[in-house]
């Protein structure tokens, strides 16, 4: 095997974001950017000589390419023995478990997730380490750090990696397992949930859709879901993944994922839907007319886990992103088990799961997941609420009211403002930052500000500090307004505002939750002054 050093300089851009480095396909295929950022992983992640490694990616355009140049560069840099998912792809929950039960040394996730796939679209990167989760603020920092002086980059002539055959092949000195990565996942779901009771519910006249996006989440749903649990064809849409996606964008939310939210309104909607992200991390959950929002989602897993076999000993505790809706910290406190709350990004989780101090955890973007894996985890969710479901006989709209009745609602909204000059953004959110002090007391849309803070976390595990993770703005009336500025986009910047109203249990908690939050959007957009510095008047984007 003939290893090359090929001369390279440093790129100044390569500072990964809230799920690792993301940017348009046209940069990443720049000569020597992938190759860079790749050997400054090599270089300060670990010692690669020897290792055992997973790579896969959520099929954007640029996979397979990018995955050719990382089995080459491996195989330089003394990895053993890759692991990649067939066809390149690899879910990133599935590559987070398969990581841990390898003992692999880490692995590389090709994937931007959520953003718009294809030649003019965004590639992704992210690499985790060997307890399955994205690398840490410190690790990322080395791999940062590294990119800044690299020099020099290892690659070596393997020729070509057969993506599609499975089974193991040596390639130069480095063996390459092409596996199916479907099977290790679903029996891993067979171990949590009750699959003879899914299954019941799935062959009656119970009628479900699940929208895969065109991403990656097609197979394993195909597989779970129709041939294991023997629900009908054509129960999963959109099914097989696309390099763009099919021109989607495969973020499950009400408005990406419009159709389905449609699907539910009418009236031949079928008694179940739920979609998932680009890489299938991510869920969304819906019943007849009904959008659960993040907050809720993760409060009625938590408040219903023992009715399912993998969590019927009861949970640790729980641990929810700084904006996601307080919903679950009432559960907690009933169950009388702690409730965390950490900055936005999955890794914040995964010393709170490995120390075993939490068995859930969940985020403000349809993002949920335990202690089964160290990344979140779509269609995990999904057959949860299916489990729930038959667990109870009650639907979702069901389940629901049943938790407002005992809990309250957390009416739940985000409003984006896409900010087309990034140093305008971050402008705008210093200076929220800076407000912070002289809002206590302010007025807005009726309501009083009784307590805002710059969120900073003090990590219980590790000690360590990450702060600047958002304004926490609380009301008098337990209403909450929170900014933070968006760490996954490729151009310009978004601030994100999470508004959040809280119902008595007694009171009429129905509503439209936009409609309920707006006056604290209105407040909110005040606060940051966006008018005048933006010239918005309204959010780009409400979620
Ligand atoms: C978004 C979400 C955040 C999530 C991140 C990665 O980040 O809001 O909750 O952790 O995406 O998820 P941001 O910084 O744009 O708000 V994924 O599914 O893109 O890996
Ligand atoms: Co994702």
Known sequence: MNVQSVPTTPFPDQQPGTAGLRRKVAIFRQPNYLQNFLQAIFDSAGDFHGATVVAGGDGRYFNREALQILAQMAAA???ARLIIGIGGLLSTPAASMLIRQRAALGGFLLTASHNPGGPEGDFGLKFNTASGGQASEAVTADIYQ???????????????????RPGEHRYGSMRVEVIDPVTGYAAMMESLFDFDRIGELLRSDFRMRFDAMHAVTGPYAEEILVRRLGAPAGTV???????????GHPDPNPVDAADLVHIMDGDDAPDFAAASDGDGDRNMILGRGLVVSPGDSLAVLAANATLTPGYRDGLAGVARSMPTSRAVDAVAARLGIPCYETPTGWRFFCNLLEAGLVDLCGEESFGTSSSHAREKDGLWAVLFWLDLQAATGKDVPGLIQAHWREYGRHAFCRHDYFIPDAETGRKIFAGIEGAVGTLVGAQGAGVTVGHADVFSYHDPVDGSISDHQGVRVTLTDDSRIVFRLSGTGTAGATLRIYLERFMPPDGDCSGDAAVLTADLGQAAKDMARLSELAGLDRPTGII
């Open 146 to 164: 590294t990119t800044r002086s690299l020099s020099r980059y290892l690659i070596a002539n393997i020729g070509s990696v057969d993506l599609d």
């Open 237 to 247: 849409i959109n099914a097989s993944p696309l390099p763009d996606f099919g021109g």
């Open 77 to 79: 840099n003394g990895v």
